[in-house]
């Protein structure tokens, strides 16, 4: 089964938030949705998430599903503020407990705040699978990126998150805490085992030279045959020594800050002080 895909893209951060729909129902997911963020002035506005809450009320489709690849290193989520709206469950893979574990010491979070996923509706595990209407879900576990990295399969289409960029553009970055050069080349060969005419969809797109328009979706085989880091016949050893290489010379996200702090408790905020103020915090030489 093919499901529907509506892509909404976000000029700010250059990603790409989706709703798949059951062709046969009303019923649909969405996945890696942006909560907008000011950096300086310390606001969030939610002009992205109200595009997505407007199509899927002109659409009248009941959402099931909050989907995140990951735990964002460059945007907000704003799975609970379209939650409070369309209703649905927030999922998320189980490796979200150790990304909590890290940046939970990190940010110096404390005992209060929970490292066992619970801020989460759903925590899936390699071979879990949902449903969507009468449609089916699959998921693959694909660290590398982070140790929470999930490809969704739904239907002919792969939801790969940050995994995998448009062919010419080519991979994640592995150089975060828990990320893993060796962990990602062997969770892109098992995207890459799925059917040749599987339809990817990208979390992001950065417009690789030469191409002057952005671009998020490909397939499989497009991947295998023209990846600029992984396509033909690269090794691990290959690959891994190139990434490693490329990795250190990447600064790193402008929001990755209070994306983490945000988005490893499912896009809630952090507990208000007594006077129902909200605080960040910005860790000095920790990242």
């Known amino acids: 089964m093919s ?12 990603t790409i938030s989706y709703v798949v729909r059951d062709p046969m129902s009303r019923a649909c997911a969405i996945l890696d949705t942006v909560l907008d963020f000011d950096h300086a002035a310390g606001r969030t506005s939610t002009a992205s998430a109200d595009r997505i809450i407007s199509f899927v009320r002109k659409e009248a489709l009941e959402v099931q599903w909050l989907l995140e690849s990951h735990v964002h290193a460059d945007h907000l989520s704003a799975a609970p503020y379209i939650q409070e709206h369309l209703g649905g469950r927030i999922g998320i893979g189980e490796g979200i407990c150790a990304v909590q574990d890290t940046f ?3 940010f110096n979070e404390g005992t209060e705040f929970a490292r066992d996923g619970s801020q989460f509706d759903q ?6 699978s949902f449903h969507i209407g ?10 590398g990126h982070t ?10 289409a792969a939801f790969v998150g940050d995994t995998l960029f448009m062919p010419d553009f080519g991979t994640a970055r592995c150089d975060f805490p828990g990320g893993c050069a060796d962990d990602l080349y062997t969770s892109i060969q098992k995207i890459l085992s799925l059917p040749e005419a599987t339809r990817i969809f990208v979390g992001h797109d950065y417009k690789a030279p030469g191409r002057d328009e952005f671009a998020w979706e490909t397939t499989v085989g497009a991947q295998k045959a023209l990846n600029v880091h992984i396509g033909g016949a690269i090794t691990k050893e290959e690959f891994t020594k190139m990434r490693r290489s490329r990795d250190a010379t990447l600064p790193m996200p402008k929001l990755i800050v209070p994306s983490l702090q945000i988005n490893m408790r499912a896009g809630h905020m952090p507990e208000p002080d007594a006077a129902g103020d909200v605080f960040l915090k910005l860790p000095v030489n920790k990242l």
């Not at 925590?123 to 879990?128: H, M, P, Q, R, Y």
């Not at 009468?134 to 660290?143: F, K, Y």
């Open 3 to 14: 499901p529907d895909v509506t892509a909404f893209f976000d000029d700010a951060t250059n």
């Open 104 to 106: 939970g010491k990190v």
């Open 123 to 128: 925590l899936f595990a390699e071979g879990d």
């Open 134 to 143: 009468q449609m089916r879900g699959d998921v693959l576990h694909t660290p």
């Open 147 to 156: 140790p929470a990295c999930m490809t969704y399969v739904i239907g002919d």
